[in-house]
């Protein structure tokens, strides 16, 4: 069976999407300078820690894959 990642980083890594994807999206409609840069520097760091949150989830499949008894 191969690895899986823990159910929690599944659960982050799931919100962390939903959270990029509506800081992208407030940012595409900002109407104001500050508030769109701001919203994009959100959307960056949702994007920045949904990676993370990947590497996260593909290292705990390997340790998965190479120790399936625990």
């Known amino acids: 069976m191969e690895g899986e990642e823990d159910i929690e ?3 982050l890594r799931r919100q962390q ?3 990029a994807e509506a ?3 407030h940012a595409e ?3 104001q300078g ?3 840069d701001a919203a994009e520097r959100r959307a960056e ?3 920045y820690l949904k990676q993370k949150l990947e590497e996260r ?5 390997e340790k998965d894959a190479e120790d ?3």
């Open 29 to 31: 409609e900002a109407t």
């Open 17 to 19: 999407a939903e959270i």
């Open 45 to 47: 760091k949702a994007e």
């Open 23 to 25: 800081e992208h999206k």
């Open 57 to 61: 989830a593909e290292a705990e499949r």
């Open 9 to 11: 980083t599944k659960a």
């Open 34 to 36: 500050e508030e769109a």
């Open 68 to 70: 399936p008894e625990g």
